[in-house]
């Protein structure tokens, strides 16, 4: 960890394995320490005293990069037809949970692989695993999102299937992560009961990227003040088209309707991937 | 603190301008920021001026613009100001309304030498 800000670019870990860096501008980003000396640019004297200052237009969007990997991503998942599902939500409100119900549910039926995102532990990624599906863990260190690079990276080690469903479980923030495009079908929100209402307000970034938000726990709804009417309401004052389905992974209430909504993008990605395999794929090439 | 990957993401930016431009220091770094925009400004103050140490960036100055976020309510047919994504439309009160602008995080211009 870099002790002047506490950021954690170096301690991002795949299936255990460091991170490879970003061949793609050799550049190493993180921050330099003080005195390390300027290591770019091309030094030229200058007559003392006498300087030309200028202005350059840049116009060049602050994610560039990563929506770049992001893009190169959803092209992967294209043309091998692959529904890939960016799950976010706050620590707690039950996705692992929820992943390891949809698995058992769909029982086979589509292959599937997961992306475990977490700062430490692959305790995730194990549990996943006892359900007999293929994991691997992104440990972000102390980092609070999953980026597009780290995605990238981890899925050609999962060696994904053709036709088959990427489930992506986001570090546990309901902050960073709105921001990040990993080349995801869709962002799918997860709220559960014991959160309140006004999440979505609080919120606002997350619930507005997703297209899916799922409320969780309804099982608890007897013993709880949670409106979950109030809920879609809030969310949708942010986002009018978010579609809201109300489930418990616990009892199995309203999972139908979510593995509905799964298998359908699994066969929409499939389709689309048959349509477009007179062009032939192009695999994607990572340093 | 996702703010520390958009400062490393602006440092980049900078410094292959920088290359391209082959200069010797960078002045000032000018970004825009929507008022709808998924960052804090403060934190993103904070962290460019970690991630710039030694770099041909370290004493660059910060100028942010502030661009205003904007909607255009689906009820009114008509853009609308909307300082944050949760307000309602200011003539209708509703809640249909689509970001139009303010959500963008951009490196406009650099001043070099």
């Known amino acids: 960890m870099c002790t002047t800000c506490g950021c954690g670019s170096g301690e991002t870990l795949i299936g255990g394995r460091a991170l490879r860096r970003e061949a793609r501008q050799g550049v190493h980003l993180h921050y330099r320490q003080p005195g390390a000396g300027q290591a770019l640019g091309h030094q030229h004297a200058h007559a003392p005293g006498i300087s030309e200052s200028r202005m350059v237009s840049i116009e060049r969007d602050i994610l560039a990069k990563n929506n770049g990997y992001a893009r190169e991503n959803r092209e992967y998942f294209s043309a091998r037809g692959i529904f890939a599902l960016n799950l976010v939500s706050s620590p707690g409100s039950g996705k692992t949970t929820l992943l390891v119900k949809t698995i058992q549910a769909l029982n086979g039926s589509l292959p599937l692989a997961v992306i475990e995102g977490d700062q430490q532990t692959d305790s995730d990624a194990v549990r996943i695993r006892a359900t007999g599906a293929p994991a691997l863990q992104i440990n972000t260190g102390k980092g609070c999102h999953l980026d597009a690079h780290m995605v990238g990276q981890a899925m050609q080690q999962l060696h994904l299937q053709d036709d088959s469903l990427l489930l992506i479980e986001n570090v546990g923030n309901l902050v960073c992560p709105a921001g990040f495009d990993l080349g995801e079908a869709h962002k799918v929100v997860i709220l559960s009961a014991t959160e309140g209402e006004d999440k979505p307000l609080k919120y606002p970034d997350m619930f507005r990227a997703a297209d899916l938000m799922l409320l969780n726990k309804c099982d608890l709804l007897p013993y709880l003040s949670f409106d979950p009417d109030l809920a879609v309401t809030n969310a949708r004052r942010i986002n009018p088209s978010i579609r809201a389905i109300r489930i418990s992974a616990t009892s199995g209430a309203g999972m139908d309707e979510w593995l509905a909504w799964i298998v359908s993008g699994c066969h929409g990605a499939a389709a689309a991937r048959r349509q477009h395999a007179v062009v032939p794929a192009t695999a994607v090439a990572r340093g | ?113």
């Open chain 2, 1 to 113: 603190m996702h703010e520390m990957s958009l400062a490393e993401s602006i440092l980049q930016i900078v410094e292959d301008a920088a290359r391209t431009e082959n200069c010797t220091r960078v002045k000032a770094v000018r970004l825009e920021i929507g008022q709808l925009a998924n960052v804090e400004q403060e934190a993103l103050r904070f962290c460019f001026d970690v991630v710039v140490r030694g770099s041909i960036a370290s004493d660059a100055r910060l100028e942010i613009i502030d661009i205003p976020g904007q909607g255009w309510c689906l009820q009114c047919s008509r853009s609308v100001p909307l300082a944050a994504l949760y307000e309602p439309c200011p003539v209708c009160g509703g809640h249909q309304i689509r970001v139009t602008q303010g959500e963008q995080m951009r490196v406009r211009e650099l001043e070099i030498e």
